[in-house]
């Protein structure tokens, strides 16, 4: 049964995959059953899976986690390509075909697609009553997710950006992460919540919400983030199989990032980071759009002598502390880099964990990166000015490293 940091009255019996049996030697030793229906469980370990491509086309100074020279390397390997919102949509498409129960709801889910084309042909192949277009009103369709997956069914709620989830702020709150535990474990409530958010290209402050420090305070609830096409399906599997809400954040700016990732079926744990650069000097931990800010900025840093480690924390409610606390202790300094809000944060909650659990570790105080406490401007100019940059990555680590 997986460990569930600081809500553990709140949050069911998880069937979600526990970390320390997912950690294998290497990916060239994990066994592949030949059961119909079985499933491979990679190693989520970023040099020997993660490749990412054409970063730079979606981000601006974005960079790959890989070496240019992986390039030709990763064109031999098995697999397939995939965008990450094509790998959303072929994990979610799995589930679906593999448990009947699942269903997705939200609005313009159905014929349309969805508003990023996560559930594109989904409709067709599967039905107006499992794929539910609904009315305008979060609210409420939020809650009858939450109803029906009180009665067994497993629902997928996209919210068409993460911001308007907050008009079913009450639903996610009250109900989908506390009825477990106020119902006297009576129900089960195995929903996923997921949806675009974080600051796109000049969509204006209602449409560039990050709403982890919103839901990381409520009890019952698990937090991801997908960062890559490989853990944007690995993760969307594995939420929908918790017996636990999960709510998955997903990055506007990501959804056409390319991947290869493999033909098997694969689970990425909940519970588990990803260690994307291995380093001795510095552990920098970040997740989401923000790991690409920082592989920019660990080339700059490699030029100038430092060995940074970089982690995607990947499950922001509850942290890998096993993962965390391992890197703080080879490297006695730690950077977080976020593009959530400074003020009550995903950053300041890491930051208070890493304290009260390796303060004797550290060699220097922690730096947090993050957003300004300011709504997000629509001008271009503006906007970069409030998310951190490579530039200030560089100047925060060499800061620590003195």
């Excluded at 290497?26 to 054409?54: A, I, N, Q, T, Y």
């Excluded at 942290?319 to 391992?326: A, S, Y």
């Excluded at 300094?333 to 950053?347: H, S």
């Amino acid at each position: 049964m997986a460990t569930i940091v600081g809500a553990a009255t709140a949050l069911s019996a998880s069937k979600s995959f526990d970390s320390r049996k997912l950690r294998l030697p290497s990916r060239r030793s994990l066994p592949v059953s030949e059961r119909k229906g079985s499933f491979l469980v990679v190693r989520s370990d970023g040099s020997e899976v993660h490749k990412v491509h054409r970063a730079q086309k979606l981000i601006a100074n974005a960079v790959a986690t890989k070496a240019d020279s992986s390039a030709a390397s990763t064109a031999s390997k098995p697999g397939h390509e995939l965008l990450l919102f094509e790998a959303l949509r072929e994990g979610l498409e799995e589930e679906m075909d593999r448990d009947p129960t699942v269903c997705v709801m939200g609005e313009d889910v159905g014929h349309y697609g969805g508003s990023y084309k996560v559930t594109k042909g989904l409709a067709t192949k599967y039905g107006d009553l499992r794929v539910l277009d609904t009315p305008i009103a979060e609210n409420s369709f939020t809650g009858m997710g939450i109803g029906a997956a009180m009665t067994g069914l497993r629902p997928i709620v996209e919210g068409m950006n993460m911001g308007f989830l907050l008009l079913a702020f009450n639903q996610i709150s009250n109900n989908c992460g506390m009825l477990h535990y106020t119902s006297g474990g009576q129900f089960k409530i195995p929903i996923v919540i997921r949806g675009p958010g974080g600051v796109g290209r000049q969509l204006g402050a209602e449409h560039s919400q990050r709403l982890e420090s919103y839901f990381q305070s409520i009890p019952g609830i698990q937090m991801v983030a997908c960062s890559t096409p490989y853990n944007a399906k690995g993760l969307m599997k594995a939420a929908i199989r918790s017996e636990n809400p999960v709510i998955l954040f997903e990055h506007v700016l990501l959804y056409n990032l390319k991947e290869r990732i493999p033909d098997e079926e694969y689970v990425c744990s909940l519970e588990e980071a990803e260690m994307v650069r291995p380093g001795e000097h510095v552990t920098i931990l970040t997740y989401s759009r923000m790991r690409y800010h920082v592989m920019q900025a660990a080339k700059t840093l490699v030029n100038k002598g430092y060995d940074p480690e970089v982690i995607d924390i990947r499950s922001l409610k509850p942290f890998d502390l096993h993962t965390i606390g391992n890197s703080v202790k080879k490297t006695h300094r730690v950077l977080i880099v976020e593009e959530c809000m400074r003020t009550g944060g995903i950053g300041a909650s890491l930051t208070a964990a890493i304290t009260e659990n390796f303060n004797d570790y550290l060699d220097a105080p922690i730096i947090c990166l993050s957003s300004q406490d300011v709504p997000t401007p629509y001008a271009g100019t503006l906007e970069e000015w409030t998310v951190v940059q490579p530039a200030q990555i560089v100047t925060a680590v060499e800061q620590l490293c003195q």
